[in-house]
């Protein structure tokens, strides 16, 4: 975890920095709808859970409505930095992106070249996770916390990689490829059964890994200004990201019963199946200079 | 006229409000555990419930223990409570806490079967290994039990308010029972020494395992 608070720290010491050394400035706001799919080869559970096939989805996918905010600033030509968050249909602040960007090689009226390097942390739900008990053990009654049967499953990714960026007259696409490492943010639950007709109770404990894997991510963005002032533009944007990365859910599993004395602990590695995240969202720019 | 009314009024309720407040003696007053019951506790849902049923399933035998001042914990009202009257009779009564702290804990609890359990089992032996507990004052984020000797440790002296001053717990007997009915005595050593001894009923033992309609 240490080495990804360092890439984390890089990112935001190399955005004080630009900000630091700002000479040209410009702000941009965007604001965006859009839809967000994950989708995960779910295999069937064997003896132990995969916390990952209780995401929140219908059929292989779970979808999710994302109304986005990101707020950029550029100190001059070549650093860009934004970030960003993102709301879910709760109304609850989910997302959060940082990433900042520097121009490559030498200046050129249609397109250019720049390095990025980006930090995100976005949510999804992880619904009923008490089933793979309930159908298992049909001796014993389960019994899962219901003000958490629902919780989120956060998700961090730290990439760096070269962006391409073309610009004519009104139209500007951008189109990314980085390459990182993804890893879900470590939770704690815990899952009590009660045996009907007898006195035992025992109690599952999970505490999940970080267990960080290779993602890959795409990001395609294409913006046209509809109205361009000396200092000021309001374009329409569209914007896609997909990632792709092979990833397992890591956790120890202890199972307490009658007390909580003499548990039997078990470290679970579920198999790497592919985890595909795709969005896709469009809205309004706004870009002050 | 109106104004000299007001202010009368004024000066009524700022009285009344003024009467309504009062002060309590929130010293402590010290009690000692001297009595324990035994009661009869239904676990073969989810959650255990007092029962006064004397049959129980054999693998869900249960018990709940109550320690508590026989005599009641009535001299923690005695105390007067500082109430400002000024000249006024109180709207409503100052409703003091009375705080109460018993003088001893639990240090051992030992149970023994009255009647032979199984075949390694016989009358007479002492069983408390056999049993875990579980509070009745909450606290704990876990469903599970505690064993007995964790039971006593937990037993710190705590303070209790007027109508609460009973120190319960729930006994949960481990093991599978073959026998047709069993009975349990049930000992508490306390702190200053003493012991508190409680019987349970005959409790019948339902074998035979039939699904709920």
């Known amino acids: 975890m240490k080495c990804y608070m360092k890439l984390l720290f890089v990112t935001v010491l190399l955005a004080v920095s630009a900000i630091a050394s700002a000479q040209h400035e ?23 859970p995969d916390f990952l096939n209780y995401r929140y989805h219908n059929g292989l996918k779970g979808n999710y409505g994302m109304l986005l905010l990101e707020f950029g600033f550029s100190p001059d030509s070549n650093w860009k930095i934004s970030s960003g968050f993102g709301i879910m249909s709760d109304l609850a602040l989910h997302d959060a992106t ?17 390095i990025a390097a980006g930090f995100s942390l976005y949510s999804q739900y992880l619904n009923n996770y008490h089933q793979f008990q ?12 219901s003000n958490f049967i629902q919780m989120d499953l ?35 639950l815990t899952i009590a059964q009660k045996k009907e007709y007898s006195n035992l109770r025992r109690e599952y404990r999970y505490q999940t890994h970080f267990s960080p894997a290779p993602a890959f991510i795409s990001t395609t963005g294409f913006s046209y200004n509809l109205i361009e002032t000396y200092d000021f533009k309001l374009a329409i944007m569209v914007e896609a990201i997909a990632m792709i990365s092979s990833r397992t859910l890591k956790y120890r599993q202890t199972l307490s019963s009658w007390t909580l004395e003499n548990a039997l602990i078990t470290d679970v590695s579920p198999q790497k199946q592919w985890y595909r995240f795709t969005e896709l969202h469009a809205g309004l720019r706004f870009k002050f200079e | ?22 002060e309590c003696d929130e010293s402590l007053s010290y009690f000692d555990f001297n009595k324990l019951t035994l009661a009869n506790i239904d676990n073969t849902g989810d959650w255990p419930v007092s029962t006064a049923s004397d ?11 109550a320690l508590f001042d026989s005599t009641g914990y009535y001299y923690a009202m005695a ?13 409503y009564s100052c409703k003091c806490s009375f705080p109460v702290q018993s003088m001893q804990q639990m240090s051992e609890i030992n149970i023994y079967t009255l009647e032979s359990l199984n075949d390694s089992l016989p009358a007479g032996a002492n069983v408390s290994r056999l049993f875990v507990a579980q509070s009745t004052s909450g606290g704990s984020n876990s469903t599970l039990y505690v064993s007995l000797p964790d039971l006593c440790n937990s037993s710190e002296q705590q303070r209790y308010y007027y109508g609460e001053g009973v120190e319960s717990f729930r006994l949960f007997l481990k093991i599978p029972v073959s026998s047709p009915f069993v009975r349990f005595e049930m000992v508490i050593k306390l702190t200053d ?17 039939t699904s709920p309609l």
Request: proline letters at 2%; glycine letters at 4%; aromatic letters at 14%.
């Open chain 1, 134 to 145: 309930e159908v298992h053990d049909t001796l014993f009654t389960t019994f899962a916390n």
């Open chain 1, 26 to 48: 410009q702000f941009t706001f965007s604001i965006s709808t859009g839809n967000r799919a994950i989708h995960y080869d779910s295999i069937s559970n064997s003896d132990n």
């Open chain 2, 55 to 65: 049959s129980m399933w054999f693998e869900a035998v249960a018990f709940e223990a």
């Open chain 2, 193 to 209: 020494d003493r012991e508190l001894t409680s019987q349970t009923r005959r409790i019948y033992i339902r074998h035979q395992q």
């Open chain 1, 154 to 188: 956060l998700d961090i990714t730290i990439t760096a990689g070269p962006e391409y960026r073309f610009k004519a007259k009104r139209l500007n696409l951008e189109q990314g490829l980085k390459a990182g490492i993804a890893g879900f943010v470590p939770f704690y």
């Open chain 2, 79 to 91: 105390k007067p409570s500082h109430d400002l009257h000024l000249g006024f009779q109180a709207a």
């Open chain 2, 1 to 22: 006229m109106i104004r000299k009314l007001l202010l009368l009024f004024f000066v009524i309720t700022t009285i009344r409000i003024a009467s309504s407040c009062c």
């Open chain 1, 98 to 114: 940082l990433s900042v960007s520097r121009k490559l090689g030498k200046y050129h009226r249609y397109h250019t070249w720049a």
